[in-house]
């Protein structure tokens, strides 16, 4: 966990006074709401269907016990007993009162938490992968690094007022799972033959209404250099970046019509002038950044323990969950566990505030009190004994929170969709809670094998459905809701033991569906793979890769398909021809 | 009128702003969009009276990279205040062509952007007409501190730190 020191905890307090005039001035008529707008959304408050949203940062998804509990008592004191942990790896309150926003933020300074550019057009948070600093594959912990990205990003003043929302992710092992292909810039620690860490540099990736693969246009480059080579991107995105139109104003659109390569050049020639420069890393920042983060102080533990590996050979049921939510760590003895939020019966992402504590209490007592959000909305304890295990799963199980379906068909990613987002065309909470009361059967899951299913209640992917095995997209046509489906998107090479599974846009199978048609559609989906498989080896994913997309369509549209399959013509396939 | 705030001082604005077919008075100091100042440089410089530049938000500061030393004034226009390209344009005045003039932000400069306005080198600030200058002035103490690099304050917060 990252230690605020007194600068950085005061830039924070200052903030929930800044945020506190505004919103004063706001409700007193003196700031208008277009001019309050922008502010309150670089403070992640946006006026929803029913009522304000707030969206807190939990930077790079890594959260102390004290202040999952603080979250948990925002949820009781100004919200519905609840939040919403996002695919940005942040949490969203869906009922706060505007006029209380900010006690909520000087509540949540009080535990070195923000909501500091979680909307608006400027630098988001920083996302990585949940298993930073305990990955078998670790070339570098990516959460000191985020660090240094999120201070340099924090109320840059270059840069608050971009052509649009930027995103940066930032992968630290060998296997990318911080889906960083798919992000305004995302960063791949890498160590040259001389051992020096740098980093490959992606660019213009993204998903919402023009879905594109991120180009990389500097293969390497030294640690040193990473602040002033943002500042380039970004300098040349802010200026030339298109401001008349909100959906060609992305980077990746930049990218695209510059081409890559020559916006690549116009980079490197803008680094030219700040390479070298005062925003020019140094050791001792690296190190001091390094010392402010806690370690768990690991106890020296055999490899093995004998009564976890008795327990996973006499019980089916532990076992199911080993096998799905344990991850392996870095230091011997230790395991990682996700704690699933794709419950049945409950939105995808959703926590109460009484899970809040209990998953608190659990994380003080077995993983040294820190957690992790992941971009799948799901919780990580990271730092596990396995000796610890069994007791572990047994007092999820006891609430409700040992569902064995991490990388499962029922892990679906959803955003919000039309229950609250004010932009979606259909709802998607809905759906997501058909298709897992469909598939209830673990076995059957199992069976299925790894597969990502993701939902988006509008073109702007906020479920990131273009790169879900299984996407699907809520369109509106003449007013009603429909579901686009998508096949073959893959979020990137999170696989180590697969080859072949590289970042990937899904492609429509057909026609769009009703709501109710969707769990029939999902199922011939399924039954067309497992009949094609080559093995049980081989995913959905890579049965659509090799066989392409014409025998699922066959599958769902053609004799035997879905009952009313065809819905005629379709509008919504055009959108993503972009 | 618009309040103008110069060092943290309300002060009359005494530059005259031409568009540009307008006629240019010989003893006023003004100010001219980017276009008339490459038409007529020679003839706005053998004025006795001073000459500004008006950047608009597209337009390359480089253009202006030679004459630097002869601009009494620079101003650059933000028709939206959430069109941010002239805090580029500014820190590369700064930065890169070295203008140590007075750098002026005009069009939708309101209060709680004048701090942003600042760390990238504006030192004059043409508010809205419906802004509180004296509200303004203090939000250029909204923060104390700030990470970056910045035109008012060179020297990043992780470089101060270790002095």
Known sequence: MYLYDEIDQRIVDERVRQYRDQTRRFLAGKLSEDDFRPLRLQNGLYIQRYAPMLRVAIPYGLLSTRQLRKLAHIARRYDRGYGHFSTRQNIQYNWPKLEESPDILAELAEVQMHAIQTSGNCVRNITTDHFAGIAPDEIVDSFVWCELVRQWSTFHPEFAYLPRKFKIAVNGATHDRAATFVHDIGLHAIRDERGEIGFRVIVGGGLGRTPVIGHVIREFLPWRHLLTYLDAILRVYNRYGRRDNKYKARIKILVRERTPEVFAREVEAEWEHLKDGPATLIGEEVARIESRFTRPQYADLPAEDAGYDTARATEPAFSAWVRRNVHPHKVRGYAAVTISLKRNGVPPGDATADEMDAIADLADRYSFAELRVTHEQNLVLADVRKADLHTLWQELRALGLATPNVGLLTNIIACPGGDFCSLANAKSIPVALAIQERFDDLDYLHDIGELDLNISGCINACGHHHVGHIGILGVDKGGEEWYQITIGGNQGPTHPTRDGAKAAIGKIIGPSFARAQIPDVVERLIACYLDHRDSDAERFVDTVGRIGIEPFKQRVYGAGGVPGGKSGNDRAAETLVA | ?163
Not at chain 2, 30 to 46: G, H, N, S
């Open chain 2, 1 to 163: 009128m618009s309040p103008l705030l110069r060092a943290r001082e309300v002060v009359e604005d005494r530059w005259m702003r031409l568009g540009i077919d307008d006629p240019v008075e010989s003893c006023a100091d003004v100010l001219v969009p980017l276009a008339r100042w490459q038409k007529e440089r020679e003839a706005l410089l053998a004025r006795p009276a001073r000459v500004g530049v008006l950047l608009g938000p597209a337009d390359n500061p480089a253009a202006i990279a030679g004459d630097v030393d002869r601009l009494a004034l620079i101003a650059v226009d933000f028709p939206h205040f959430t069109d941010g390209r002239g805090y580029s344009t500014a820190r590369l005045l700064r930065e890169r062509y070295g203008y140590q003039g007075e750098l002026r932000a005009v069009g939708d400069i309101l209060r709680d952007q004048v701090f942003y306005l600042k760390r990238v080198g504006f030192d004059t600030f043409a508010l809205r007409a419906d802004q509180d200058p004296e509200d303004a002035k203090k939000a250029l103490d909204d923060f104390s501190e700030a990470y970056q690099t910045s035109v008012d304050r060179p020297q990043p917060l992780f470089r101060r730190r270790l002095a």
